[in-house]
């Protein structure tokens, strides 16, 4: 994963943006609807599903969008036009794939903390299969399925003690992880499978980690993944399913980044699983809408500081976290078809806290207040993980389409942000 080093030690990123994507023209864009906006080319993203798809075929295999990627209604309903399932992590991505017209049956529910509530909820609704991250989650999907008088679908979640070499804190698949179970304690839930009255334990699930840019750590951990099928099938446990999580990396920095190809990584899939007959689940998120999408945001100022040159952005933190949250590289150009000459900024948003920085020490054409910028690639986590921090509103987000464009957010009003703080007015006992 690239991260927030100064220009100076690497490559030049490009310096101009395209003035349209999806040919839709990006000033027109942002005058008519205002920044920050997030705007995503659903042609990228289909063609993103259809190279995954084409590089599947002959397999029995499904995709499952990870919705935390981008949960946007009308990304998910286009997920779903394109025979893409979910793979959910709460009740309220549930409820926004059902919503978006995602049948159940193409709907997979992964995570450490599935409450009580979210299990009933999803067994309810007849989702595919739980991924099962621990035994009591195991013991709870078994008494909750009992109760409805129906048998739940599971594969328990791998943790393959593999070393995904991307940013620690979206790293899963090592044993200090939170995330699966080892390989141990998965045989012991396989040996006493059949004390599960009413959960059919009969798949396998792996995710190491997130922006992933090398075949290896995917390789090494199907490797183990294959390995204890075999020995499931050998001591007569058929699997029915292997999940092989999502995970693959695209490229934040141009000339830096190198993503594999879809062919290739499904290359080690069917290398690392050659044999197996059942049916292979795959849950890309960013692959899928990463580079599909932009932040659009424009330059409130140029600040000179003390020791550095501020450009100071309209979008923020609250927009966009993983700048602060992973010191993630994200390329910014300006939407402008001229060359300009070259300075150097740091370039922050408005929030009060030095962490609200998008690039610190980038090279960048110059640029003056109300020009308009691109912050690239940030379909996937982007709108997703954006808070209201500052009091600052949700920022629009667009779909844009061979020249068309549709508002899929609209820009929170004030009313909407404060709704649901009532004054403190009607004072009760517990
Ligand atoms: N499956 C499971 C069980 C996951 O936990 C995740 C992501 C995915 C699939 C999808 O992974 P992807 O294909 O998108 O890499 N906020 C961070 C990323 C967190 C990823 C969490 N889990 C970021 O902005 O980089």
Same mark, same amino acid.
């Given at each position: 994963m690239a991260f927030m080093t100064p220009d100076s030690v690497t490559t030049a990123p490009p310096l101009l943006a395209d003035t349209a994507i999806d040919d839709v023209d990006l000033a027109a864009l942002a005058a008519r609807l205002g920044t920050p906006l997030h705007a995503y080319s659903s042609s990228a993203i289909r063609q993103r599903i259809g190279g995954l798809q084409a590089a599947l075929r002959g397999l029995?295999?499904?995709?499952?969008?990870?919705?935390?990627?981008?949960?946007?209604?009308?990304?998910?309903?286009?997920?779903?036009?394109?025979?893409?399932?979910?793979?959910?992590?709460?009740?309220?991505?549930?409820?926004?794939?059902l919503h978006a017209g995602m049948p159940p049956e193409r709907i997979v529910f992964s995570g450490v903390g599935k409450s009580a509530d979210e299990i009933a909820g999803a067994l309810t609704v007849g989702i595919h299969r739980f991924n099962v991250e621990s035994h009591d989650e195991l013991l709870t999907l078994q008494r909750l399925a009992k109760v409805q008088g129906v048998t739940a679908r599971a594969a328990v979640r791998i943790n393959p003690d593999v070393d995904a070499h991307t940013h620690a804190k979206i790293s899963t698949g090592k044993s200090e992880n939170k995330f699966g179970v080892s390989i141990d304690e998965a045989r012991r839930w396989f040996a006493e499978r059949k004390q599960l009255s009413h959960v059919q334990l009969d798949g396998l699930h792996v995710h190491i980690g997130s922006q992933i840019l090398t075949l290896e750590p995917f390789r090494l951990a199907l490797q183990r993944v294959a390995a204890f099928w075999q020995?499931?099938?050998?001591?007569?446990?058929?699997?029915?399913?292997?999940?092989?999580?999502?995970?693959?990396?695209?490229?934040?920095?141009?000339?830096?980044?190198?993503?594999?190809?879809?062919?290739?990584?499904?290359?080690?899939?069917?290398?690392?699983?050659?044999g197996y007959r059942g049916r292979l %689940? /795959?849950?890309? !998120? @960013? $692959?899928? &809408?990463?580079?599909?999408?932009?932040?659009?945001?424009?330059? #409130?100022?140029?600040? +000179?500081?003390?020791?550095?040159?501020?450009?100071?952005?309209?979008?923020?933190?609250?927009?966009?976290?993983?700048?602060?949250?992973?010191?993630?590289?994200?390329?910014?150009?300006?939407?402008?078809?001229?060359?300009?000459?070259?300075?150097?900024?740091?370039?922050?948003?408005?929030?009060?806290?030095?962490?609200?920085?998008?690039?610190?020490?980038?090279?960048?054409?110059?640029?003056?207040?109300?020009?308009?910028?691109?912050?690239?690639?940030?379909?996937?986590?982007?709108?997703?993980?954006?808070?209201?921090?500052?009091?600052?509103?949700?920022?629009?987000?667009? %779909? /844009?389409?061979? !020249? @068309? $464009?549709? &508002?899929?957010?609209?820009?929170?009003?004030?009313?909407?942000? #404060?709704?649901?703080? +009532?004054?403190?007015?009607?004072?009760?006992?517990?």
């Amino acid at each position: 994963m690239a991260f927030m080093t100064p220009d100076s030690v690497t490559t030049a990123p490009p310096l101009l943006a395209d003035t349209a994507i999806d040919d839709v023209d990006l000033a027109a864009l942002a005058a008519r609807l205002g920044t920050p906006l997030h705007a995503y080319s659903s042609s990228a993203i289909r063609q993103r599903i259809g190279g995954l798809q084409a590089a599947l075929r002959g397999l029995d295999a499904t995709i499952f969008f990870a919705v935390k990627a981008n949960p946007n209604l009308a990304i998910l309903q286009l997920m779903s036009n394109a025979g893409v399932g979910a793979d959910i992590v709460s009740v309220g991505e549930l409820r926004r794939s059902l919503h978006a017209g995602m049948p159940p049956e193409r709907i997979v529910f992964s995570g450490v903390g599935k409450s009580a509530d979210e299990i009933a909820g999803a067994l309810t609704v007849g989702i595919h299969r739980f991924n099962v991250e621990s035994h009591d989650e195991l013991l709870t999907l078994q008494r909750l399925a009992k109760v409805q008088g129906v048998t739940a679908r599971a594969a328990v979640r791998i943790n393959p003690d593999v070393d995904a070499h991307t940013h620690a804190k979206i790293s899963t698949g090592k044993s200090e992880n939170k995330f699966g179970v080892s390989i141990d304690e998965a045989r012991r839930w396989f040996a006493e499978r059949k004390q599960l009255s009413h959960v059919q334990l009969d798949g396998l699930h792996v995710h190491i980690g997130s922006q992933i840019l090398t075949l290896e750590p995917f390789r090494l951990a199907l490797q183990r993944v294959a390995a204890f099928w075999q020995e499931l099938e050998q001591a007569g446990h058929p699997i029915s399913s292997i999940d092989v999580g999502g995970g693959l990396g695209v490229c934040y920095r141009a000339g830096e980044d190198h993503p594999v190809a879809a062919a290739d990584y499904v290359g080690v899939i069917r290398e690392a699983l050659a044999g197996y007959r059942g049916r292979l %689940l /795959l849950e890309p !998120g @960013r $692959y899928l &809408v990463a580079e599909a999408g932009v932040l659009l945001t424009r330059v #409130i100022r140029v600040k +000179p500081g003390i020791e550095r040159q501020f450009l100071v952005l309209d979008a923020a933190m609250n927009d966009l976290q993983r700048p602060s949250l992973y010191d993630a590289w994200h390329d910014i150009v300006p939407v402008a078809d001229e060359p300009r000459p070259l300075t150097t900024y740091d370039i922050v948003g408005p929030v009060c806290e030095t962490g609200d920085t998008f690039a610190r020490k980038r090279v960048m054409p110059e640029c003056v207040a109300g020009d308009l910028l691109l912050i690239k690639a940030t379909g996937a986590y982007g709108a997703s993980m954006a808070s209201t921090y500052n009091s600052r509103p949700l920022a629009a987000e667009v %779909l /844009l389409n061979q !020249g @068309r $464009y549709a &508002v899929v957010r609209r820009r929170q009003h004030f009313e909407e942000m #404060i709704a649901g703080e +009532p004054p403190a007015r009607h004072w009760e006992t517990t």
